[in-house]
DNA sequence: GAGCACTGC
């Protein structure tokens, strides 16, 4: 989100302030003009009788053929929006739903919620006249489980099918059956509301690579391919492989930078400190160039950047300098960023695997594969002709995996469960995956949702934890955690601190500033653990912002809290995403009729509350100063980012067991041990 | 002594 609202401020900027009649009539025609221009707008005909032919249409097509803005529009004047239906488009990312919807709504010169719209969480732009509806894969789920035919979509289109997202595998399974539920139907009064159901159309659209797979997972079904429109980028690879691609990378920048027409460059490296660490680099190496040399500007972007920061590789390169761009994944499909003609492709990411038997993530460093690296150079492609630089050899190209393993594969299994079961499929161990998650992931999850109560003794939905649990957009165990914390009479903190829990990088410590961090954060802290320290750290600015409310405008607000934010060394966007996520869950829970009461200083019930919650996630300290998992019996560390770090209490309840360097444990909450089998004595009463 | 990227009626 707050990329794109970088992207349409450095938009905006370049808008000339014309009359409005004559800007009017001469965008209606720029618009007219380019959309004659995409390479799919002579193929409307053909793309219109194929879906009429076929219930399934796989369509392949690269970036700029215009599909996703076209396709839609195409279908609404054959009529696919008639008595009401829609044409629903889904998108991995939201800011994609959302820019697309107003693209697609200038075009057709509608205000943007009316005969197009978009719908994505916290943000729903859509009315009853709403016939072209893009949103997030993850809404449509959401939709599903309140309305389990879709009936009020006529069409369906999965977008972007080949990045094999959770949502979208789930999504495609799902749309599988509705599609043969629907066409059983037939015409019989059904559905939401009592609206007259009718068969679905489903277009998988898809880059490339891959179609194959989509193709034969509905039964053979047509493909037609888009030719996309890029600029063509030269491809170059080293001779040798290379033993460090930091190195490399800064060799590359640098030839780049002295032997290259003028064009800003875009760097892949892993993470965060790899990013840091190659920005001073560059900046000591421009130190002994000589001076008209020197123009080079190396720019930082990863995820957990503070936006103001990352705002600034949007805007242009001063006269005369060059800009290199720092970038992790993010860069690769979520944002784009104008002016850039070199790519440099290190070949490596940093990739999250779950194990389900240890109950722990792993962050690793691992190759690329064919279609990522392919995605990276196509970054030189956007504005003109560029060159891309990879840093191997290749032959070694050719040994990577054609495209990376479906998320569904990788990942804890409980939401993803949980869900099915609440959109009525019981049998997981049968249900139609494209890619089949292994039974032991499934198993795990299955237990792990039984242990929570979502489950009963023979895997169906309990009632009525497990529907309230599926109806909260939380991991499973936070939303246990609220139903717990109803009893337990804490509901108000337990819904601020797991809105916390699930926002990322809440506290952003520059390295240089590590120290002043700290102390500026320091009256935040709790002995007791994060837990009690983010609770701390959001009632502390929604105290702030009450105060100033009264005298203030909204926007006024939103810059009161950004300022606060920074002055606390927190990370505002993530702030204001936790807010977000509690008003949402808060109205979630009322609607369940929780009646949202507090503990007021009672925190000794409140830290009950996390063990009785957080039971399977424990960890007992061992003599020796680490700690053991009592789920897993892995050997953990209390990762540096805890305010537990130091304290070392004897026993911890904790949120996330990830292994990067070594095996950590994060958020965590000091507990007696002797809550544990008084808690949850079906899981400890027998161990100790 | 350290944090790839997305996302949810």
Redesign the pocket.
Same mark, same amino acid.
């Given at each position: 989100?707050a990329?794109g609202e970088l992207k349409s401020s450095v938009l905006n900027r370049k808008r000339n302030p014309k009359s409005p009649v004559a800007s009017r009539s001469s965008k209606k025609q720029k618009i007219a003009e380019h959309r004659k221009s995409l390479p799919i707008a002579s193929e409307e005909e053909r793309l219109i009788e194929a879906v009429q032919k076929n219930d399934i249409l796989i369509i392949v097509g690269e970036t700029g053929s215009g599909k996703t803005t076209q396709l839609p529009q195409f279908l609404f004047n054959a009529g696919f929006c008639r008595e009401g239906k829609m044409v629903g488009i889904t998108q991995? /990312? /939201?800011?994609a739903a959302l820019t697309i919807a107003k693209r697609v709504a200038e075009e057709c010169d509608v205000p943007l919620g009316q005969k197009v719209g978009y719908s994505? #969480?916290f943000d729903?732009t859509t009315s009853s006249s709403t016939r072209l509806k893009y949103m997030?894969d +993850?809404?449509l789920l /959401?939709?599903a &489980?309140?309305d389990r035919l879709l009936s009020r979509y006529s069409v369906i289109i999965i977008d972007e099918a080949h990045e094999r *997202?959770v949502h979208t595998d789930v999504l495609l399974a799902l749309l599988k059956k509705v599609q043969r539920e629907r066409s059983e139907i037939g015409g019989v009064l059904r559905g939401c509301q009592g609206r007259k159901v009718s068969p679905l159309k489903l277009i998988i659209m898809s880059a490339s690579l891959d179609a194959r797979v989509f193709c034969d997972y509905y039964g053979g079904a047509k493909d037609f391919h888009v030719e996309g429109r890029q600029f063509d980028v030269d491809i170059f690879y080293t001779v040798h492989p290379q033993t460090d691609y930091v190195d490399a990378a800064l060799n590359t920048i640098f030839q780049i930078h002295s032997e290259e027409e003028e064009g800003d460059i875009l760097v892949f490296l892993? +993470?965060?400190?790899e990013i840091e660490s190659v920005e001073r680099l560059v900046q000591e190496k421009l130190k002994h160039l000589p001076e008209d040399e020197r123009k080079l500007l190396p720019l930082a972007i990863?995820?957990?950047l503070p936006s103001e920061q990352q705002m600034r590789v949007f805007a242009p390169a001063p006269i005369g300098f060059r800009k290199v761009v720092l970038a *992790?994944?993010?860069a690769e499909t =979520?944002i784009t960023i104008p002016g850039i003609r070199y790519v440099v492709d290190s070949g490596v990411?940093?990739? #999250?695997t779950y194990d389900p038997n240890k109950g722990m993530e792993t &962050?690793d460093v691992v190759p690329v594969s064919k279609a990522q690296a392919i995605q990276r150079s196509g970054r030189a492609g956007r504005e003109g002709y560029g060159k891309s630089f990879h840093l191997y050899p290749e032959r070694d190209f050719w040994k990577l995996e054609d495209s990376t393993k479906p998320?569904i594969k990788r990942c804890n299994l409980s939401?993803v469960i949980l869900q099915l079961k609440a959109l009525g499929i019981d049998d997981i161990l049968g249900f139609d995956f494209i890619d089949k998650p292994s039974r032991y992931a499934i198993v795990k999850a299955l237990a792990e949702l039984h242990l929570l109560g979502a489950l009963t003794d023979d895997c169906k939905l309990a009632k009525p934890a497990g529907e309230q649990m599926a /109806?909260l957009? &939380?991991?499973p165990v936070y939303s246990r955690a609220l139903i717990l914390a109803n009893q337990f009479n804490c509901l108000e903190e337990m819904l601020i601190t797991v809105a916390m829990l =699930?926002v990322e990088?809440i506290f952003y410590?520059p390295r240089e500033k #590590?120290e002043e961090a700290r102390t500026s954060r320091n009256h935040f802290v709790s002995v007791e653990g994060d837990h009690l320290t983010y609770l701390s750290v959001y009632r502390e600015l929604d105290e702030f912002l009450e105060e100033r409310k009264a005298e203030n405008s909204e926007a006024k607000v939103e810059k009161v809290m950004r300022k606060w934010c920074k002055d606390n060394f927190v990370n505002s966007r993530s702030l204001k995403h936790a807010r977000d996520i509690y008003r949402?869950i808060r109205g979630n829970v009322e609607e369940m009729g929780f009646n949202v009461s507090s503990c007021g200083n009672d925190m000794l019930e409140y830290r009950r509350c996390l063990a009785a919650s957080f039971f399977l996630k424990a960890a007992q300290r061992q003599m020796d100063g680490t700690y053991r998992a009592l789920e897993s019996s892995e050997i953990v560390l209390i990762?540096? =980012?805890s305010v537990l770090?130091r304290s070392k209490p004897e026993c911890v309840i904790f949120n996330e067991l990830m292994q *990067? =360097?070594m095996k950590?444990i994060k958020n965590l909450t000091r507990i007696d041990p002797l809550w544990l089998a008084e808690l949850a004595p079906h899981h400890y009463k027998t161990e100790e």
């Open positions: 989100m990329q991995p /990312r /939201r800011i994505v #969480r729903d997030t +993850g809404f /959401r939709e &489980l309140v *997202t892993t +993470g965060q400190e990863f995820s957990a *992790t994944n993010i =979520s990411v940093k990739a #999250r &962050l998320e939401n /109806r957009p &939380l991991e =699930s990088s410590d #590590r949402q990762h540096p =980012s770090f *990067t =360097s950590y």
